[in-house]
């Protein structure tokens, strides 16, 4: 399976606090995704960064991508209670744009009130 | 994502049985995606259409068979279920080519407990 790694696999804070998330892939990737679920609901996409990109901003959520390590960080500052959810990595992948996804294993966040 | 229908959102069947989930969505996007989800597994995905009667394999296709009739429906089903199929299972649209670099819209899955 070329399935990414996230870590960590559970992540407890308080409010206001900041999150960090990673998550390493295997192999190229024309962009990775970052996507949130909330409990018994479908997944939310979040944030989108290419493959030539190396940061990318959207409110509270900043993500980072290293190719040459295969890896990407996504933070959430100021933190809510709100915020508490899984989220998933998923790496879109290969040739022929096919917008086939492999998704991380996710991290489970609990933020405090 | 309202725009994307599951039905049914829980189903409890019996082993050997024919199960038939459906999706349906009003984004008006050409592919669509199935997917299952195990605890600490991540999301896997079983078949995905690029447009009607596009099928194409996805990493865990065995066991399962899909129908695109039209663009905007597509229902996955289980010849003949068995436990390990157990699972939350999800669909998912996105829009065409744009250089490929399309999020995926989910619907709010249907847990399937087979027993």
């Known amino acids: 399976s070329q399935q990414g790694e996230e870590d960590p696999q559970a992540l407890s804070i308080q409010e206001g606090e900041n999150a960090t998330m990673n998550c390493s892939y295997k192999t190229s990737i024309n962009n990775l995704q970052w996507y949130r679920q909330n409990s018994g609901r479908g997944l939310v996409h979040l944030i989108l960064i290419r493959s030539n990109e190396r940061e990318k901003h959207s409110g509270r959520l900043r993500v980072t991508l290293d190719t040459s390590k295969k890896s990407s960080s996504l933070l959430i500052t100021a933190s809510r209670a709100a915020d508490t959810a899984s989220y998933f990595c998923a790496t879109d992948y290969g040739s022929s744009n096919t917008g086939k996804l492999i998704f991380g294993q996710g991290t489970t966040l609990q933020v405090k009130p | 994502d309202a725009d994307v229908t599951q039905t049914p959102r829980n189903r409890i069947t019996k082993t050997g049985k024919r199960i038939m989930l459906e999706c349906s969505q009003t984004k008006g996007h050409d592919r669509m995606y199935w997917y299952r989800q195990d605890p600490g597994l991540g999301l896997r995905l079983i078949y995905y259409?690029?447009?009607?009667?596009?099928?194409n394999k996805g990493e865990i296709s065995d066991g399962y068979s899909v129908s695109r009739q039209a663009q905007a429906k597509f229902s996955l089903s289980l010849e003949s279920a068995i436990p390990n199929q157990t699972a939350l299972y999800f669909c998912?649209?996105?829009?065409?080519?744009?250089?490929?670099?399309?999020?995926?819209?989910f619907g709010d899955g249907t847990r399937l407990s087979i027993l």
């Open positions: 259409s690029f447009d009607v009667k596009d099928i």
């Open positions: 998912a649209t996105s829009d065409a080519d744009r250089g490929g670099n399309q999020p995926q819209h």
